[in-house]
């Protein structure tokens, strides 16, 4: 079998990561590994070793240690039985990066991080819409959002920096309407693909 191809997707909470992903596995044929969606997953799983630890986390907005992480993203790419990934959500802090490149790295080659580049007014709008919606997602609430927010700027950013030192990551504008983002979306991956 072939080394599992991947891409990091990040970006702020509601910057519209997981639409993208949707659009990206349609087009393009990824699996999409949102590293919050195996996280609540694992969490409701009846006498999961792991629950009660992640849903305490989740709720304090922090990020849930990173073995659990890495344990959980490389289980679903060997269950998958496919070559591309999408990692939606991960690494988001300094620890995601180096339990990854101590776990997983040498077995996989990363092609980029996708990074959605939005301002954080727009983001948190857009997160209480979707929890007013009803998302069911137990972070969708202002004081949720706002430690979220504190840690994408405290952890997750300079997770992007690191990467844009090495040449790895591809910005795409955010702000726009879904289409025209994917339009965007599509020429990077159209390149990688070519």
Same mark, same amino acid.
């Given at each position: 079998?072939?080394? #599992?191809?991947?891409? %990091?997707?990040? &970006?702020? #909470?509601?910057?519209?990561? +997981?639409t993208q992903c949707q659009k990206i596995v349609e087009k393009y044929g990824y699996v999409h590994l949102s590293a919050g969606d195996? /996280?609540?997953?694992?969490? *409701?799983?009846? &006498?999961?070793?792991? &629950?009660?630890l992640i849903e305490n986390y989740i709720r304090e907005g922090k990020i849930v240690p990173v073995e659990i992480t !890495?344990?959980? /993203?490389?289980? *679903?790419?060997?269950?998958? +039985?496919?070559?591309? %990934? /999408?990692?939606?959500?991960?690494? $988001?802090?300094?620890n995601n990066l180096d339990g990854w490149n101590n776990t997983v790295a040498k077995r996989v080659k990363l092609l980029f991080v996708l990074y959605f580049d939005c301002p954080l007014e727009? !983001?948190?709008? $857009? !997160? /209480?819409?979707?929890? *007013? =919606? &009803?998302?069911g997602r137990s972070d969708d609430n202002v004081e949720s959002l706002n430690k979220r927010v504190q840690t994408f700027l405290s952890e997750t950013d300079p997770i992007i920096q690191h990467y844009k030192k090495l040449n790895l990551v591809e910005t795409v504008d =955010?702000?726009?309407? *879904?289409?025209q983002v994917f339009q965007s979306v599509s020429d990077i991956f159209d390149k990688i693909e070519a």
């Open positions: 079998m072939s080394v #599992p191809k991947v891409v %990091f997707v990040l &970006g702020p #909470p509601g910057a519209g990561k +997981g195996l /996280l609540r997953e694992e969490r *409701a799983k009846p &006498g999961s070793q792991f &629950g009660e !890495c344990s959980l /993203l490389e289980k *679903a790419m060997e269950s998958s +039985g496919k070559e591309k %990934f /999408l990692i939606d959500g991960f690494p $988001r802090s300094q727009t !983001c948190t709008e $857009r !997160c /209480l819409a979707r929890g *007013a =919606a &009803g998302s =955010a702000t726009k309407p *879904a289409e």
